[in-house]
């Protein structure tokens, strides 16, 4: 007995020592290491260096790691981005394998499907947002874009994202998740970048709300002539999609709801349209659901020019190939999505799809090397960042959402058995799509589960508002959506511009 407890606290003893001379190398010598992890007899690279003080490199630093990650049989496993992908990924990840680091410039998840109600005021901007800090304090997060990865050395180029400092920093990794997402894609026409407003993250949400209200209280100035207003009380969208559909819906409501009740002398100089080159809106909605979307966007008064190909915009107009100059006073651009700047510079080192331009995987999700054409080992991607080959998914929450769950599991699997032999790769179950149109009616299109399930009207929106608000995350915000609900209901919406 004496024997078994000496034995244990040599042991002990020797694992502190061992730990102390790591670090001791790791601070004093400033360079790669490897450490054989005793507990589990496995290897890792050890080479996050505290601080490189070359002079090639002074303002480049390894981030640290943590004297607690030693222990972890798995090494660091950096995650890029805290979208659907990546924050989904952080929820109930195994930190007792895993160093897990979160590496995104915004510290929160956006809720994307209630981003539209909250550009709009239907909702406050925090009822949308989760900090990803506070969801689990084992998970380490850097507030900062990577800007490239070396996936030979495994080392990525950071950024800080920080009002006060752009600093760069490098960050190993032993396991790396690329979840970054995509950005909208302006399709090089002329103008867009510049003049045309996005809907992408709650910063894009708050820019809309404050231009709306700017738009009517310019309009009711008493130096713009009729002709003027006119122009500034146009709201032109351009997609057709769930998301220029939505937003449009919510945009209406806003107005017919609030503004009109406001800017009574304003009302009917608002037009409101949507431009898309498709022949129809709601494209990957069922016919019957496109109709009565499109019979109920012509009733409220919604012009939908389908067929319509935007050849330039400028701070006041947009050229459409078929209607000629139009003015405008707000302009949203939710059209389709295109490489964010990360995986743009990755072509070199990856396979790429070449039409979406996303990182291409196999499906366990590994990223391809473009050399060998073959899975690069503990590199994943997901999201509306990648697409697995020869099964082409759409850039949706609710695919990032399945490919982060099976991640997960994939990662417990090889911590608990040291590999993915018995893992089947990703199937994605279609559960449909919905979207809201307006004065509190939806379509629900679940045709892929079952030929019939589909639904429109109030029905479909009292089950959408339903869907969307057992999905949101935190207690919090569950307490908080149905409250402004609430409010918005009884009080209108907020209209203060500051
Ligand atoms: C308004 C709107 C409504 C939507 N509604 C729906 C819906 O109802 N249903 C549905 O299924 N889908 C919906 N979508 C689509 C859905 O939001 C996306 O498919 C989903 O967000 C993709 O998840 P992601 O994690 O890949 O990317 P994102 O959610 O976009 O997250 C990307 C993350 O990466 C971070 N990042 C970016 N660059 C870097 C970098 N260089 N380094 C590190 N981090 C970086 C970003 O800050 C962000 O945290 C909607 C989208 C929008 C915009």
Request: charge should be positive; include cysteine.
């Amino acid at each position: 007995m004496i024997s078994i407890i000496q034995t244990r606290i040599l042991s002990t003893c020797s694992r502190l020592l061992l730990t102390q001379e790591v670090l001791s190398q790791t601070y004093n010598n400033g360079r790669r290491s490897f450490h054989r992890d005793i507990t589990s007899n496995q290897t890792f690279s050890l080479n996050s260096i505290y601080s490189l003080t070359t002079k090639s490199s002074i303002q480049s630093t390894f981030a640290k790691r943590n004297v607690a990650s030693l222990g972890k049989t798995q090494g660091r496993l950096v995650i890029l981005g805290s979208g659907w992908a990546g924050y989904k990924l952080i929820q109930d990840i195994d930190t007792k394998h895993y160093e897990v680091i979160v590496v995104s410039p915004r510290n929160y998840f956006v809720f994307t499907p209630l981003l539209a109600s909250s550009s709009v005021g239907t909702l406050e901007f925090r009822c949308i947002l989760e900090p990803v800090r506070k969801y689990s304090p084992k998970i380490q997060f850097y507030q900062a874009y990577a800007d490239n990865i070396d996936l030979k050395q495994k080392i990525i180029h950071c950024t800080s994202n920080l009002e006060r400092s752009k600093d760069k920093f490098l960050l190993n990794y032993d396991t790396l998740v690329i979840a970054v997402g995509a950005n909208s894609n302006t399709f090089g026409i002329k103008g867009v970048g510049e003049n045309a407003l996005f809907l992408k993250d709650v910063s894009d949400a708050r820019r809309i709300r404050q231009r709306v209200i700017e738009c009517f209280e310019h309009a009711s100035q008493p130096n713009i002539t009729k002709q003027e207003a006119f122009g500034l009380l146009h709201f032109a969208v351009v997609g057709g999609g769930p998301t220029g559909i939505e937003f449009s819906a919510e945009l209406h409501d806003f107005i017919t709801e609030d503004m009109a009740r406001l800017y009574p002398n304003l009302i009917n100089l608002v037009t409101m349209t949507v431009y898309d080159i498709a022949p129809q809106i709601l494209g990957s909605f069922d016919q019957s659901l496109r109709e009565f979307a499109t019979k109920k966007f012509t009733r409220k008064g919604i012009k939908i020019r389908t067929g319509r190909r935007v050849k330039e915009v400028s701070e006041r107009k947009l050229i459409v190939e078929e209607d000629g100059e139009v003015p405008y006073g707000m302009l949203v651009w939710a059209t389709g999505l295109t490489d964010n700047p990360l995986t743009r510079s990755m072509s070199n080192q990856v396979v790429k799809d070449q039409s979406a331009k996303r990182l291409l995987t196999d499906g366990f999700l590994r990223v391809l090397d473009k050399k060998i054409f073959q899975p690069i080992d503990n590199v994943y991607a997901l999201g509306d960042c990648a697409s697995i080959q020869d099964y082409d998914l759409p850039a949706t929450a609710q695919v990032a959402n399945q490919k982060a769950v099976y991640l997960r599991n994939v990662l417990t699997q090889i911590a608990k058995n040291g590999s993915i032999i018995n893992i089947k790769p990703f199937k994605f179950f279609n559960l449909g799509s919905m979207a809201y149109i307006g004065k509190k009616e939806a379509v629900i299109d679940m045709t892929p589960v079952s030929n019939k399930a589909k639904e429109s009207g109030r029905l479909a929106w009292i089950f959408w508002r339903s869907a969307y608000f057992t999905m949101t995350v935190s207690l919090r915000n569950k307490m908080l959506i149905p409250m402004y609900w609430v409010l918005t209901w009884l009080f209108g919406r907020d209209i203060s511009r500051f």
